[in-house]
Structure formats: structure tokens, C-alpha cells
């Protein structure tokens, strides 16, 4: 898969992959935002679970000081056919750990459509050769086949499973020489 990384720009903002459009959230994208986390099987296997407007909003706003803070977070997915936000993905921090993690969530109209692992492969090209990061880890609950099968498409091993309360997870990684070696969609 191409993207188009301008990897002269380390605060990129917006990237192009052949049917998405990642591009920095704006507080204009409230509305799409809060259809999409307010779905109950969207938001199944999410730890925040569904969301209301105001929930919405907080992590909206929460996204957007990612970057101010971080020079990278989660990007709007947007859909290059209708040019509607279908979602989010890219790199944030896991938890309050410095460890760097790879996430997507897509509206339910939008699955099983191959965009999750589009959003993962250009988020790790990003997170290995724009920011330099030598480990990329994502986080799933078990149950979740669909984003486990997402994790393994890009190339990500299963390392273990974490233990978080109410909550039964698996942890996947790849670093940045394996990601070198392999041809990552």
C-alpha cells in the first residue's frame, strides 16, 4: 500500500492512503464523532465503552491536545468516496505508559472492508519512519477477532495476554527492524 508521509514534516497532520483521508480532528467533527462511539457494537470490546455527546466531546478534545502535546495521536478517518468521518486510528500512548500503541475504531457500515488494516499499516509506516519509534504495540480484548486478525495483517506478533481487572486482553508487538524486514500492508 502507498501513503503519501511527507517524512520532511515530523508534526504531519494529514495523510492519503488509496481510500482514506487521516487528517487532524477538528471540534467540527463533535457530531460524527459522537454517531460513531455511540454505537453499542462499535464500541463492544472498547474499554471506554459507548459514549454519550459530553464523553464525546472530552475525548475529542483529548485527542486534539494529544498532538499539540505529543506531535502525534489519533487522526479522523475519513471516507475518500463520500468524504464522511467513519472514524479514528492512528498512534497514542498505551494508558499512562510510555509505550507507543496503534488503535482504530471504524463505524459499523465500514467493516470488513480491509480500512482498519490500511489505518494500521500507514499509522506504524508513520509511527517507524516519521517519529523514529523502535516499538509499536496494540491492545485487544480477547474476544475480538476481527481487530487480532487487524494486528496480525500489519505484521504485529501476539506477546501475551494482559490481566486488567474486568477485562481479558491480548498485547501484540512489533518493532521497528522487524517492521524493516517485512512488507507491511
Given at each position: 500500500?502507498?501513503?503519501?508521509?511527507p517524512?520532511?514534516?515530523y508534526?504531519?497532520?494529514?495523510?492519503?492512503?488509496?481510500?482514506?483521508?487521516?487528517?487532524?480532528?477538528?471540534?467540527?467533527?463533535?457530531?460524527?464523532?459522537?454517531?460513531?462511539?455511540?454505537?453499542?457494537?462499535v464500541?463492544?470490546?472498547?474499554?471506554?465503552?459507548?459514549?454519550?455527546r459530553?464523553?464525546?466531546?472530552?475525548?475529542?478534545?483529548?485527542?486534539?491536545?494529544?498532538?499539540?502535546?505529543?506531535?502525534?495521536?489519533?487522526?479522523?478517518?475519513?471516507?475518500?468516496?463520500?468524504n464522511?468521518?467513519?472514524?479514528?486510528?492512528?498512534?497514542?500512548?498505551?494508558?499512562?505508559?510510555?509505550?507507543?500503541?496503534?488503535?482504530?475504531?471504524?463505524?459499523?457500515?465500514?467493516?470488513?472492508?480491509?480500512?482498519?488494516?490500511?489505518?494500521?499499516?500507514?499509522?506504524?509506516?508513520?509511527?517507524?519512519?516519521?517519529?523514529?519509534?523502535?516499538?509499536?504495540?496494540?491492545?485487544a480484548?480477547?474476544?475480538?477477532?476481527?481487530?487480532?486478525?487487524?494486528?496480525e495483517?500489519?505484521?504485529?506478533?501476539?506477546?501475551?495476554?494482559?490481566?486488567?481487572?474486568?477485562?481479558?486482553?491480548?498485547?501484540y508487538?512489533?518493532?521497528?527492524?522487524?517492521?524493516?524486514?517485512?512488507?507491511?500492508?
Amino acid at each position: 500500500m502507498e501513503s503519501s508521509i511527507p517524512t520532511e514534516n515530523y508534526f504531519s497532520r494529514h495523510i492519503e492512503t488509496p481510500r482514506l483521508y487521516l487528517r487532524q480532528f477538528t471540534p467540527d467533527d463533535l457530531d460524527e464523532l459522537y454517531h460513531i462511539y455511540s454505537d453499542p457494537e462499535v464500541m463492544k470490546y472498547l474499554s471506554e465503552g459507548v459514549r454519550n455527546r459530553e464523553e464525546t466531546a472530552v475525548d475529542l478534545f483529548g485527542i486534539i491536545a494529544d498532538w499539540e502535546k505529543h506531535a502525534f495521536g489519533l487522526w479522523a478517518v475519513v471516507n475518500k468516496e463520500n468524504n464522511q468521518l467513519i472514524g479514528d486510528g492512528g498512534l497514542r500512548f498505551l494508558g499512562k505508559t510510555s509505550e507507543v500503541e496503534v488503535g482504530y475504531v471504524l463505524a459499523k457500515a465500514y467493516w470488513g472492508k480491509g480500512l482498519a488494516a490500511e489505518i494500521a499499516g500507514v499509522s506504524l509506516k508513520y509511527g517507524f519512519e516519521v517519529l523514529k519509534t523502535e516499538k509499536i504495540v496494540a491492545v485487544a480484548h480477547t474476544e475480538n477477532i476481527a481487530s487480532r486478525r487487524v494486528m496480525e495483517k500489519v505484521g504485529m506478533k501476539y506477546q501475551h495476554n494482559l490481566d486488567d481487572g474486568d477485562r481479558d486482553r491480548v498485547y501484540y508487538s512489533i518493532l521497528r527492524e522487524t517492521y524493516k524486514s517485512k512488507v507491511v500492508v
